[in-house]
């Protein structure tokens, strides 16, 4: 009894083994193919659920079924005007044909080296047939320029076929390379570009030279302004001085010939008046200039001799 015990056990085991190496589950996210010897067996298994295959025999190769991400490395590249540019990129890409893919790539790091080759190159191929103008822009756009500085802004160059055509372009090439790898590239773009460091320090040293000689006309031209200004003030400044010395001058003439008339109208009204303040004024002088024993001796032609005669 205790051996057949043990031998249904040992039966049950097997057949559990064998239940559970006969199938395999697969997620919405993935994809797979059966492989017998590392051969594949049959069609792809893309729908999600429960699939069968032959125990021990059979293996499965999942492969992801999502968008995959790649990210290219950032390389030197010359444009086809020779200006040597750092061009960063990135794309998105997917499994269309796990089988396919099996057979040529085997798996996503072999897809993701083949990519690598596949749009470098082409990146590259893209950018040494255009100019650099057409690398960097996508659209011919007109600067938001003030009338000011029109003279002094460069008129940008229009472009004849632009970056996002550039990179329709590395995408349909790429694709083309791609269509017998069970893979499709999604998406291409141009992640990052800048200036090798010898060829940005020659651009900047340009960039500040042009701002310098911008800023120094400006400058020159203020300067100018700033002296004609001055010297407008200073021709305004003399003919208003000019101005209000000779009109202080008129009303100080008007003034003195209004009083001398005043002064004349006065002196012709109060004639005895004036003699008998000027008849007043002289005693008082004699009168603090003499005492009882001082002595005068006066002519017949001074005044004050003909006030007393005139008294008497």
Not at 111 to 123: C, K, V
Not at 223 to 250: M, P
Not at 271 to 278: E, P, V
Request: without cysteine; glycine residues 4%; proline residues 2%.
């Amino acid at each position: 009894m205790r051996k057949n015990k043990i031998g249904y056990i040992v039966v049950a085991a097997v057949l559990a083994i064998l239940v559970f190496n006969s199938y395999f589950i697969l997620d919405e996210t993935e994809q797979a193919i059966v492989t017998q010897f590392g051969k594949p067996v049959g069609e792809p298994r893309t729908t999600p659920g429960i699939n069968f295959k032959t125990p021990f025999l059979h293996k499965v190769q999942f492969f992801d079924k999502r968008y995959l991400e790649w990210d290219g490395d950032k390389n030197q590249v010359p444009t086809k005007d020779k200006k040597f540019i750092f061009v960063d990129t990135y794309a998105r890409w997917e499994i269309t044909n796990p089988l396919q893919f099996f057979i040529r790539l085997r798996d996503e790091r072999s897809a993701q080296s083949r990519l690598d080759d596949i749009l470098d190159g082409e990146t590259r191929n893209a950018i040494a047939s255009h100019d650099l103008l057409d690398v960097v822009r996508s659209t011919n756009r007109d600067p938001e320029i003030t009338e000011e500085f029109m003279e002094q802004i460069e008129v940008l160059e229009d472009i004849s076929v632009g970056r996002d055509k550039i990179e329709q372009i590395v995408l349909e090439k790429a694709n083309e390379r791609t269509a017998d790898l069970g893979v499709r590239i999604l998406d291409f773009r141009f992640k990052r570009m800048n200036y090798v460091d010898e060829v940005r320090d020659r651009v900047y040293d340009r960039m500040i030279s042009e701002r310098n000689r911008i800023a120094d006309q400006f400058r020159s031209e203020g300067q100018g302004q700033a002296r004609v200004t001055l010297g407008n003030k200073e021709r305004d400044l003399a003919q208003i001085q000019s101005e209000a010395f000779r009109e202080a001058e008129e009303i100080k003439g008007r003034a003195d010939a209004e009083a001398t008339n005043i002064y004349a109208n006065a002196y012709n009204k109060n004639r005895q008046s004036i003699d008998l303040y000027k008849f007043l004024r002289t005693m008082e002088s004699f009168e603090k200039s003499m005492d009882e024993n001082t002595s005068i001796v006066l002519s017949t032609d001074s005044e004050f001799f003909r006030y007393l005669r005139r008294l008497n």
